[in-house]
């Protein structure tokens, strides 16, 4: 079984900082790893996968991630934020050995970017 | 490509009633997820199709809670008896089947049992 931790429930940063939004997960198999974004009364949309390979993973809107086994993280950051960046993130795990690609979820971490 | 689709968007009901919610999926997909989001929590999940076939339910899932997927393309979430605890946002989700294939998911049936 796998679970996702994101250890910070509210991050304010103010515009055109940069942020890091904190991920650890548990799992005693190999993983996959997501971020998603959801604004306000929407679905989530994906920001980025790591499935193997390098372990920096660039996604869209500038976020990129950095998959750390010892360490069992998987933080996602951005180097300067825009307004438009106020959502809820999702940080989410699946065990890569398994065919059924079912998402294990963090509680979310609100990013609120203040002018 | 439309998109993951769900209907309705929002939905208030009284207690003890039943409600339906429809997902339709990304067309070329044939893996179907059900998810359920409380407030202040990450989406949890319900359930799952590979086609037709239900192949794995959460413990969520209780008894007044039932999935169908019959023609392998959209399905429904039926909720029989709505309790309060009911209240949440129901996403629907699907992805080619392949592991690590991205899962695309709608935007959401928010249920309000009063």
């Known amino acids: 079984a796998q679970s996702v931790t994101q250890l910070d429930s509210q991050v304010p940063v103010f515009e055109e900082a940069p942020v890091e939004l904190r991920c650890n997960y548990s799992?005693?198999?190999?993983?996959?790893l997501f971020w998603y974004v959801q604004y306000p009364n929407q679905g989530l949309q994906l920001l980025l996968k790591?499935?193997?390979?390098?372990?920096l993973v660039k996604g869209i809107n500038g976020f990129e991630a950095e998959f750390n086994k010892s360490q069992t993280s998987f933080h996602l950051r951005k180097p300067s934020v825009h307004i438009s960046d106020t959502a809820e993130y999702f940080c989410a795990v699946s065990g890569a050995g398994g065919s059924q690609g079912n998402l294990i979820f963090g509680k979310g971490t609100k990013l609120s970017v203040k002018p | 490509d439309t998109g993951v689709s769900q209907d309705p968007r929002h939905k208030i009901t009284k207690r003890g009633q039943n409600v339906t919610f429809r997902c339709d999926p990304i067309s070329e997909h044939n893996r179907l997820y059900w998810y359920r989001q409380t407030l202040g929590q990450g989406p949890e999940f319900l359930t799952y199709?590979?086609?037709?076939?239900?192949?794995?339910k959460s413990r969520l899932l209780s008894d007044r809670f039932s999935a169908e997927r019959p023609k392998g393309s959209f399905s429904t979430l039926e909720i029989q008896r709505t309790e309060q605890g009911d209240s949440a946002m129901y996403l629907c989700a699907s992805r080619e089947q392949g592991r690590g294939n991205t899962i695309y998911f709608g935007e959401g049936s928010w249920l309000t049992v009063v």
């Open positions: 799992s005693s198999v190999s993983v996959y």
């Open positions: 790591y499935l193997s390979g390098s372990t």
């Open positions: 199709f590979q086609n037709e076939a239900q192949l794995e």
